[in-house]
Each structure stands twice: as structure tokens, then as C-alpha cells.
């Protein structure tokens, strides 16, 4: 049977860790993810990969995805882009996504 | 001075589709908006994508939405303050607000309806330390006189249209100018990248590519950009200005500090009709906040139909406003007489 909630490792800008827990069956994305915890993830654009801002690094060895060409050039729009930079609004969270680690990158003021 | 019954602040599809529901009780509108051109988040940030929940439109690019919003508004003939942040209110008698831009324009009117969306489109910048240190003393968010940079030392970064415009326009002014880009690869337009690449060819530029900015350095003007590059690593470059130019996004800025409730960066108001707790101001659509809330733009739409009841009573409290349907007389018998 599918896994139905996965667990996620966030630690936010000030270096703390949070263990939060998501439902796979409600097609959410991280960034919808890290909103209802109330993380300071503004998701402008609502999820379109259209303003950068919800720019996390991954930090576990899960497979994701690659990033689209419109995330790699919302991601120009980013500081601190390292190889492992995603847009969390452009990760679904699925049972593969179980246990995974992310930091949240440094926002733009 | 500009005079109104209705300033709107936002020109996005709240504020322009309450031009036509204050047109309907014949209050004009005088809209105010940071960026250049009307439409908002629709035309700044996704004016190529569908939007599936606009009543009777199955599908409707944003960019055309805004387009059939001027053409709809069109009749009630609004006029516009655009490429101007609205920065200051000040109450300058009974029933009379009056609203001065950054640029010093100033409106007068019995309400401010504020419609602004996320907030003021602003650039963004870099969390790089002490770099507000040099704002206005080597570091520029955007380039307003290309002559000030005649002869000096630049580094742009970024990846999208405006740095290589800017690239490939300054190059011809400046001194000496370093492009840094954090891919190989840029977003902007073909002939564009060309043009940079063929410059840095030439050694006219210096590009440098999968690179980013990580600190500033100067005593009371900037110096030094530290880059880092990913297979050379850190080097230090000698400058006169560093313009970052990473697009543009929402702050809430100067209306945080008009006296209105502010519940996270989103305006308190009343649902009864989307009065904030100043008499006279309304905020309607993303902009505003009651529980419930939803940031769609039908949403806004409602908002902006009761806003404008309650505008009207609030701006001519002994008429009596007598409700009819568009349907019966059509635009021109509103706008008539």
C-alpha cells in the first residue's frame, strides 16, 4: 500500500531543525508544504516557478526530478544557487520524497 | 494636483475592474501604480500563462485579461500615475486625502482604495552583507542614467534581459565591465546572448559565467565584489558600482506605515464592505485579510463591487444610490449625463 503521509526534515534560516509531516494523496508541492507550517516561504507566484521565491537546497541524496528550464532560469533569479537548489514548488510530494532534508536558502531583502 | 473621488493604488485586475464598478455610480478613479504599465502581477509576472477561473472564460491568458480589463474600464476614462510608488497619505481636510508619489505627484480624494496586490514591485537584492551599506555609493538596483557609469568600472550580475541589455548598452560607457552569471547559460532574449557573447569575444566585456557575488567591500563607497566562481573560486574584483539585477518582487513598503491594521504583511478589513480601520480607506483583492480569505482575483472582483456601494454612501452620504443592472441601460447610460 502506498505510503500516505512522509516525513520532512526542513531547517530554516537560522540553522533549526523541524520535522514536519505531509500527506502524499492531496497534490501538494513542497513549497505548499513549508507554507501551511508557516516557514517564512513567500510562494509569490503561487507555484508557476515564476518568482524564486521558495528557493530550498536539498539536502539529502533522494532522486528528484531534474529542475525544467523554467525553474534553472527563475533560479538565475536566486542568490546562493548551489547544484543541489530547487524550487519547492516544482517538487510534488510523493512517497519517494520520504525522509527527505531540506534547508531553506537565504530570502533576498 | 490631481483631483478624484477614488485614488486606487494598484493597477492590477482589482484595481482596474473597480474603475468600471465606481464608473457605474459616476465617482472617477485615479489609479497609481510602481510599474510602468497597468495589469500588476498579471502583466509583470505571468502575462503568457492561462487563467482557468475567471467566470465565463474556460481559459483567458493573464496578459489578455488586463487587455479586456482597459478595454472594459475604457468608457469611465481613468486616468493614470504610472511608474510611481505611492508613498505618503496625509488626511488635508473633511473627506480629503491627499496622496503624494515618490516623484512628488499629488492626488487628492474623499477614498483610497488600495489594491496593491502583494505590495510595491521592488528589485531584489542580494542578501549580501552590508550591501545597503553601499546603496547610492556603488551599488545600484537599477540603472536610471546610463552617463553616470561614463568611464567607471562595472560588474551587472544576473542572467535575464535586463542585465544584458544593460551589458551591451554600457558597454559602450563604461571603462571596463564584468558580467557574472551563475549558469553557462543565459534566460534573456537570443540576440542578446549573442551580442554579450560576441563582446566578450572581443575582450570588450569580461564574462564570467557560473559565478555568483558573495560580499561586498569599500570604506563609505564600494571597492571590491567578491565572486566566487565554481572551478576558480574566489577572486576579488576592483569596481566603482555593482549593479545586481535579479528582477523585481512584491514588498508591502510604505503602507505599512499609513495607520492601518496590519495582520502579516496583509491589510485588516471589515467584510461588510472592505473598509480598513481608517475612515475613507478600503484595501481590496491579495492586498487585504479577514478570515477566509481567498487571494483570487473573482474574489477581488466581489470586493471591489461592494467596496464601491460603500465608497459612494461614504462620499455623499445624503443621495440616495439607486441600484441598476448593466443589462437595462448598457455602459453609456452610466456614463451619460
Not at chain 1, 497534490?27 to 517564512?40: A, I, T, W
Not at chain 2, 553557462?184 to 540576440?191: C, K, N
Not at chain 2, 575582450?203 to 557575488?213: M, V
Not at chain 2, 572551478?231 to 539585477?245: A, H, R
Request: with cysteine; glycine share 8%; hydrophobic share 35%.
Amino acid at each position: 500500500m502506498a505510503k500516505e503521509t512522509i516525513q520532512i526534515k526542513v531547517k530554516d534560516r537560522k540553522g533549526e531543525e523541524h520535522h514536519l509531516e505531509a500527506p502524499t494523496d492531496m497534490n501538494l508541492n513542497l513549497m505548499e508544504v513549508l507554507k501551511s507550517y508557516d516557514f517564512p516561504i513567500e510562494g509569490t507566484c503561487g507555484g508557476m516557478a515564476l518568482c524564486a521565491s521558495c528557493h530550498c537546497y536539498i539536502r539529502s541524496d533522494h532522486q528528484l526530478k531534474e529542475a525544467s528550464e523554467d525553474e534553472e532560469d527563475m533560479l538565475d533569479q536566486a542568490f546562493f544557487v548551489e547544484d543541489n537548489s530547487r524550487l519547492t514548488c516544482q517538487i510534488k510530494v510523493s512517497e519517494e520524497l520520504d525522509n527527505i532534508e531540506l534547508e531553506i536558502a537565504p530570502s533576498s531583502e | 494636483m490631481i483631483k478624484t473621488d477614488l485614488i486606487i493604488i494598484g493597477a492590477g485586475p482589482c484595481g482596474l475592474f473597480t474603475v468600471f464598478e465606481a464608473g457605474l455610480l459616476k465617482l472617477k478613479c485615479h489609479l497609481v501604480d510602481v510599474l510602468p504599465q497597468a495589469g500588476g502581477q498579471l502583466t509583470e509576472i505571468y502575462p503568457k500563462k492561462p487563467i482557468y477561473d475567471i467566470p465565463g472564460y474556460p481559459s483567458i491568458l493573464a496578459g489578455d485579461l488586463v487587455k479586456n480589463l482597459m478595454e472594459q474600464i475604457k468608457p469611465f476614462e481613468p486616468s493614470f500615475t504610472l511608474g510611481e510608488k505611492a508613498d505618503s497619505i496625509e488626511k488635508t481636510g473633511d473627506k480629503e486625502f491627499t496622496l503624494t508619489t515618490d516623484k512628488g505627484t499629488q492626488i487628492q480624494a474623499p477614498v483610497i482604495v488600495i489594491a496593491g496586490g502583494l505590495g510595491v514591485f521592488t528589485p531584489r537584492k542580494p542578501p549580501l552583507e552590508g550591501l545597503e551599506k553601499f546603496e547610492d555609493h556603488g551599488v545600484d538596483y537599477m540603472v536610471k542614467d546610463p552617463e553616470k557609469y561614463r568611464d567607471k568600472k562595472i560588474i551587472i550580475a544576473g542572467g535575464g534581459d535586463s542585465a544584458l541589455d544593460w551589458t551591451i548598452e554600457l558597454a559602450e560607457i563604461a571603462k571596463h565591465i564584468t558580467l557574472i552569471h551563475r549558469r553557462s547559460t543565459f534566460r534573456g532574449a537570443l540576440d542578446s546572448v549573442d551580442k554579450v557573447m560576441e563582446l566578450a569575444q572581443q575582450g570588450k566585456i569580461d564574462l564570467i559565467t557560473e559565478a555568483q557575488a558573495i560580499g561586498v567591500e569599500g570604506d563609505s563607497t564600494l571597492t571590491h565584489v567578491k565572486i566566487n566562481q565554481n572551478t576558480l573560486g574566489e577572486k576579488s574584483i576592483d569596481v566603482d558600482y555593482f549593479i545586481p539585477l535579479f528582477g523585481l518582487t512584491p514588498k508591502l513598503g510604505p503602507i505599512a506605515d499609513w495607520g492601518l491594521n496590519i495582520d502579516r504583511s496583509a491589510i485588516e478589513v471589515d467584510t461588510l464592505d472592505y473598509s480598513t480601520n481608517v475612515e475613507g480607506i478600503y484595501a481590496i483583492g491579495d492586498i487585504n485579510t479577514y478570515e477566509g480569505k481567498l487571494k483570487l482575483i473573482l474574489c477581488g472582483f466581489h470586493e471591489a463591487t461592494l467596496m464601491v456601494q460603500s465608497a459612494f454612501k461614504y462620499i455623499y452620504p445624503d443621495q440616495k444610490l439607486s441600484f441598476k443592472y448593466t443589462t437595462v441601460t448598457g455602459v453609456e447610460g452610466f456614463t451619460n449625463g
